[in-house]
């Protein structure tokens, strides 16, 4: 694989920052099924899934390139812990990426009081008319964090601008559930 998608003449380091490439079973064109619901639900409780063709992903990863050009590989930030284990973003950005995965974490969109978001200001999202890119700019993320986050959590693969268009609500449920269905099995 990194002969295949390293820079040609490259040395192979690789192995030293990720471990054994025997470890990793990588696939050109993925098949994931994200799934979460009271279905899956259903299915994890009654112990059915095990007889099923289907397994766990205990994370995903993010290649990306650094402001250097070089390429990195990185965790999709998911869950705080991740936040502050990582060094895909800077120090300062953490705290408001955190603060926005715990809101997210509460977040339901049945219940209009799970809208109001922040610490010492409350604010009501309008996310029926807000867009994505304005609710990414509410957290106070930095162009790189919000596409970090865009591209990872909400699986948007598009410039930051196209986020403009995309409704916040949109984003919103699509990182939603990509949080939940790491928490099905």
Known sequence: MYARMGAPGAKPEA????GASEEY???????V???????????VSSGLWQQM???RIHRSFIYRTKPGGDWDVHRV??????VL????????????????????????????TTYTAGQLQK??????KMSAASFFRYWDLAPDTTLLMACGLGSWSGPLSGLKRLSAMEMVRAMKRYKESFKTF
């Not at 079973?25 to 098949?31: F, G, L, Q, T």
């Not at 099924?33 to 299915?43: F, I, P, R, S, Y």
């Not at 990582?86 to 219940?111: G, H, Q, Y």
């Open 15 to 18: 192995k030293l920052k990720l």
């Open 123 to 128: 604010k009501r999202l309008n996310l029926a």
């Open 77 to 82: 930030l998911v869950t705080s812990e991740d």
């Open 53 to 55: 063709d289907f397994r």
């Open 25 to 31: 079973s990588a696939d050109i064109a993925p098949k």
């Open 33 to 43: 099924l994200m799934a979460g619901g009271k279905e899956l639900q259903m299915l």
């Open 85 to 112: 284990k990582t060094r895909s973003i800077p120090n300062l950005e953490k705290p408001k990426v955190a603060l926005m995965l715990t809101w997210l974490e509460r977040f339901d969109e049945s219940n209009p």
